[in-house]
């Protein structure tokens, strides 16, 4: 990425950097037969996901939460606090 195009994806709104991480993850949910949807993103940074396809149910889908999304989402989108899965 270019210093401008970083410096515009700084500053973009909150929910739409959010949403540019997802779809970065997604390719690797949805090659185990998954998907994420973004719900919310609240005033505080709390990102709620709601999971589908083989991630429901999936006794994986906690860990994936965590360390795939959670992570990924706070390394690169820092007010992002954390993110909680809803049905």
């Known amino acids: 990425m270019t210093d401008a195009a970083t410096t515009r994806?700084?500053?973009a709104p909150l929910r739409?950097?959010?949403l540019s991480i997802l779809d970065l993850i997604r390719p690797a949910i949805q090659s185990d037969g998954g998907d994420v949807e973004l719900v919310d993103v609240t005033p505080a940074g709390l990102v709620r996901i709601r999971l589908h396809g083989a991630?429901?149910?999936c006794p994986s889908s906690s860990m994936t939460r965590?360390?795939?999304?959670e992570r990924t989402l706070k390394d690169n989108v820092p007010e992002v606090t954390g993110v909680e899965a809803v049905a």
């Open 16 to 18: 739409d950097r959010v």
């Open 9 to 11: 994806a700084k500053s």
């Open 66 to 69: 965590r360390i795939g999304i």
């Open 55 to 57: 991630c429901v149910g």
